[in-house]
């Protein structure tokens, strides 16, 4: 086990992490050169005023006209997102792993409240996954490959509290939640997750778009 362990959290996260950085480089060259073919116009209409104007409005709860439609699903997508970014980041065990690998230290959030957020995304992949079966208009355009994401962004953080609370045996948990944490991280560039990423910059294109092309607000 302790072989694993070491196997897991040396080379073979330097390889989720290439995956993950190379992947991303990649995609961002595809998205530019897609963008300059199909719509070099919007382009040339970039504008940062609009396009900051657009990340902050959206980074608001109930900022657009469709969240306040939907407020439930507003209160649970912002608090699905915020523990999604914050808890991995800001856990202090990882924030440790940072300063071993490359030497960088940052803030970290009380373990406590990293526990309650690990809960808040848990809970959020079970909502996203009821949605999905039970309203009809969602249903409709959801593949099997939706479950399968939920499940991959559910599966550090479920090992992760299972290996916290040393529930069953810790260190199965523990590799299990590292093992599972690199491999949604090498997926991260070649699947829907990738907006993870580059929703700012899909923010951004779509306000310039909005503000400098249509002259009107995209929310």
Not at 1 to 9: A, D, R
Not at 85 to 90: G, K, R, T
Request: aromatic residues 16%; charged residues 15%.
């Amino acid at each position: 086990m302790h072989g694993i362990y070491n196997f897991i959290t040396g080379p073979l996260a330097w390889v989720s992490w290439s995956i993950f950085i190379l992947g991303i480089l990649y995609r961002l060259a595809n998205i530019t050169l897609s963008a300059k073919k199909r719509d070099g116009v919007v382009l040339n209409y970039f504008n940062l005023k609009y396009a900051l104007r657009s990340i902050l409005h959206w980074m608001i709860p109930f900022g657009s006209v469709n969240m306040r439609k939907h407020p439930i699903m507003t209160i649970v997508s912002f608090s699905f997102h915020i523990s999604l970014l914050v808890a991995p980041i800001f856990l202090l065990a990882h924030v440790i792993l940072w300063e071993e690998f490359f030497g960088i230290s940052f803030w970290t959030i009380p373990d406590k409240v990293a526990d309650i957020m690990t809960v808040v995304v848990i809970a959020g992949c079970l909502f996203f996954a009821v949605r999905r079966i039970i309203i009809k208009e969602v249903k409709f355009v959801t593949s099997p490959s939706d479950y399968l994401l939920l499940v991959l962004v559910a599966s550090p953080f479920v090992f992760g509290f299972l290996a916290y609370h040393q529930w069953f045996d810790y260190q199965l948990m523990l590799i299990l939640h590292i093992l599972s944490g690199e491999i949604l991280l090498a997926l991260i560039p070649f699947t829907r997750l990738v907006h993870m990423v580059f929703a700012p910059l899909v923010r951004a294109y779509t306000g310039s778009e909005f503000g400098g092309v249509r002259h009107a607000r995209d929310w």
